[in-house]
């Protein structure tokens, strides 16, 4: 059963420079116990997309639908949705937050201040399951971060997403920064609690991460989800010019060299009206000069004007 359903989301935000159109008419759905991978280059929207979800955009709104178990999620006041569904049904792994574990409070004070927040009495058995959860031993509540190596600080933050135990956690970047052996145990890690009916969001800019853990995939560039499906449809008939790209631009063992997308991403300070990804597209034509409407494919979509008549 869908329990994600977005439509249309759009998230601005305001600048000294004028309005930042960081996230422009996004559509996906989710069903229970399902994942989704959002893949795409640096400021192409991916971490606003997640804090429009869990409606922690500082200095930013965000307008369309979202349907959280059939609940409009951007429409209810605020305290109804901090008591209801933040942190309790919608998590989020932020990014970089590794980095922003207060230093001067052991891993248990800092648990603890989240969950009296929250008023919750049997704060001990929480944490211990949360902890256990991520395959931490207990000791490490005596800790400081400043004790704690790169992977362990990485499972307290996600212990901390875990710690209400919500239905859909964002996860951010969750590995990046961390050597590939401790992002392979993150991925696992984040693979067994999937096991047990979590569903996440997992951001990244590295596809071959992706395709551990997603049903399905949303590419964003330039504001815009590109191309959304089955992450079996994206990785086996890539339909996008970008999504080629960047699968393209993965390493492989065998050796081949991995082609690059020449150029960078278009500024999100003026809304184009062109397709957004004209100036790096080698298949461009005419009627890309207009911004492409979502085409449907199997199991998404496609903003290329290259899919027209197939609909
Ligand atoms: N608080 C803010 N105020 C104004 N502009 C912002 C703010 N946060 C992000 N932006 C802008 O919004 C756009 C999208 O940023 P976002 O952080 O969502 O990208 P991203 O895809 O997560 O990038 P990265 O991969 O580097 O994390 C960028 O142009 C960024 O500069
Ligand atoms: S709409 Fe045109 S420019 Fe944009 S990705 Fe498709 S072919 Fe390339
Ligand atoms: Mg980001």
Redesign the pocket.
Known sequence: MTFLKVTGLTSR?S?SKGP?Y?VDDVDFELDDGESLGIA??????????GLSLIRML???TAKGEVLFDDVSILDIAESKFDDEFRWKKISMIF?GAMNSLDPVFTINEQFLEILKQHHFDDSDKIILDAINSVNLDKNILKKYPHELSGGMKQRVIIAMALLLQPKFVIAD?PTTALDVLIQSQIINLLKSLKKNGMSFML?T?DLAVLSEISDKIGI?YG?QMVEFGSAEQIYKNPKHPYTRGLLESIPTLKGNAPKYIKGVPPS?LDAPTQCRFIERCPLAIEKCKQLPPKFETDTGYVRCWLYEDEN
């Open positions: 935000y600048s930042v960081a795409g280059e640096s400021a192409c929207g991916k971490s606003t997309l500082s200095g930013g990014q970047e951001i800019h964003m504001g999100l």
